[in-house]
């Protein structure tokens, strides 16, 4: 079964700094992951894929994520954060035609 | 174009009592998929309608919940008697049916939720 996790619960992190949030995944099969963010009282958005192609992708906001096969993982980055970025970073994937999550990685700016 | 919509935005019933959750797809997405936040847990998949069929119900927790999706337009999502345990936020979303070929392209969209609060 395919399952995905993200090691840090909580992510603090100064305005204007570079910040990795991590993914790791597991899957017997082809995959398909994405990342989603929820900003407070907000529903999930989407904010990249990864289906298949290049293995870095570029999303919204500046932020991008990298695809790697031989350590399962798919860690989300931004070179520079703002206050705007707060909020919960969800990575998941698709196993068919449902979306399985992580946990949730919590991002806070601090000013 | 309108998202999708859920309502009500939160809801807090005792223990015992009925709740019915509805959601809204977007308009001409055939496809509609219900999943749960449960306290300090994961989102997890519950549902998913093609039109108003049932797909897959693999994740629904247990008879207690009940979802309907008459018409294949909006749905709604029954928990009845509730219990302690189903507190949590309640997501749909929904796809447009791009077909098997579509795959991983059925982007899902997501609605703001449904807080449930059981006392």
């Known amino acids: 079964a395919q399952s995905v996790t993200q090691l840090d619960s909580q992510v603090p992190v100064f305005e204007e700094a570079p910040v990795e949030l991590r993914c790791n995944y597991s899957?017997?099969?082809?995959?398909?992951l994405f990342w989603y963010v929820q900003y407070p009282n907000q529903g999930l958005q989407l904010l990249l894929k990864?289906?298949?192609?290049?293995?870095l992708v570029k999303g919204i906001n500046g932020f991008e994520a990298e695809f790697n096969k031989s350590q399962t993982s798919f860690h989300l980055r931004k070179p520079s954060v703002h206050i705007s970025d707060t909020a919960e970073y969800f990575c998941?994937?698709?196993?068919?035609?449902?979306?399985?999550f992580g946990k949730g990685t919590r991002l806070h700016i601090l000013p | 174009e309108a998202g999708v919509t859920q309502f009500p935005s939160h809801s807090v019933i005792e223990k015992g009592q009925t709740v019915t959750l509805r959601c809204d797809p977007i308009s001409g997405h055939d496809n509609l998929y219900w999943y749960r936040r449960v306290m300090g847990k994961e989102i997890k998949f519950l549902l998913h309608f093609v039109k108003e069929s049932k797909q897959d119900e693999s994740g629904m927790p247990n008879n207690r919940f009940l979802a309907e999706r008459t018409g294949g337009t909006y749905s709604t999502l029954k928990v009845q008697p509730a219990e302690l345990e189903d507190s949590g936020v309640y997501f749909c979303?929904?796809?447009?049916?791009?077909?098997?070929?579509?795959?991983?392209?059925?982007?899902?969209?997501f609605g703001p939720g449904t807080r449930l609060t059981v006392l």
């Open positions: 990864y289906l298949s192609g290049s293995t």
């Open positions: 899957s017997s099969v082809s995959v398909y």
């Open positions: 979303a929904s796809s447009q049916d791009l077909g098997l070929a579509g795959g991983p392209l059925n982007e899902q969209f």
């Open positions: 998941a994937v698709m196993s068919h035609r449902k979306i399985i």
